[in-house]
T-cell receptor, first 115, second 113 residues
Framework: AQSVSQHNHHVILSEAASLELGCNYS??????LFWYVQYPGQHLQLLLK??????LVKGIKGFEAEFIKSKFSFNLRKPSVQWSDTAEYFC?????????????FGQGTELSVKP | DVKVTQSSRYLVKRTGEKVFLECVQD?????MFWYRQDPGLGLRLIYF???????EKGDIPEGYSVSREKKERFSLILESASTNQTSMYLC????????????FGNGTRLTVT
């Protein structure tokens, strides 16, 4: 069965610090990978996604993620965080050929950015 | 812009009650999903549907059922609510493409007392 693991439960950073959130998945086949963000009091929004091609994908608000197939990883990065990046971040995966497009999510990482 | 609307933002029910959570999407999406979100556990898939009257169990279907009589509407049913079903419930939809992202509603926070 597919699973997704996010290593950090809660990350606290100061503004302008660099961010890297870890995500590893387990699945032997071809996958699609996603990062979602949930700002306080808001619904989950897509941050970025990877399907194929360049393993370094760029998303909204300066976020990027790198797919490393050999490590089954899809880590999220941002060079310089802002207070407004305070949110919960979820990594998700689905198998390329699964019917219905269901996503399996990680446990989430809560990011707190101090002004 | 895709809109996924969940009928209630907050709901308080008693143990043993039958509970209906409703979700409507306005983008003619084939796929609809129900997740529950709990701290430290992330989102866990309860049920999903890829067509009208079709349903598939997710990872934690026990104690739940679903109904999809119309394409735009996907209902989650708790036959007999229990306190361990206190949670945030999220509805989502996506188009039929395998790589289509999910669009989420605002969630229903259910408390079972």
């Amino acid at each position: 069965a597919q699973s997704v693991s996010q290593h950090n439960h809660h990350v606290i950073l100061s503004e302008a610090a660099s961010l890297e959130l870890g995500c590893n998945y387990s699945y032997g086949g071809t996958v699609n990978l996603f990062w979602y963000v949930q700002y306080p009091g808001q619904h989950l929004q897509l941050l970025l996604k990877y399907f194929s091609g360049d393993p370094l994908v760029k998303g909204i608000k300066g976020f990027e993620a790198e797919f490393i197939k050999s490590k089954f990883s899809f880590n999220l990065r941002k060079p310089s965080v802002q207070w407004s990046d305070t949110a919960e971040y979820f990594c998700a995966v689905n198998a390329r050929n699964n019917q219905g497009g269901k996503l399996i999510f990680g446990q989430g990482t809560e990011l707190s950015v101090k002004p | 812009d895709v809109k996924v609307t969940q009928s209630s933002r907050y709901l308080v029910k008693r143990t043993g009650e039958k509970v209906f959570l409703e979700c409507v999407q306005d983008m003619d999406h084939e796929n609809m999903f129900w997740y529950r979100q709990d701290p430290g556990l992330g989102l866990r898939l309860i049920y999903f549907s890829y067509d009208v009257k079709m349903k598939e169990k997710g990872d934690i279907p026990e104690g739940y059922s679903v109904s999809r009589e119309k394409k735009e509407r996907f209902s989650l049913i708790l036959e007999s609510a229990s306190t361990n079903q206190t949670s945030m419930y999220l509805c989502a939809s996506s188009s039929g493409l395998y790589n289509s992202p999910l669009h989420f509603g605002n969630g229903t926070r259910l408390t079972v007392t």
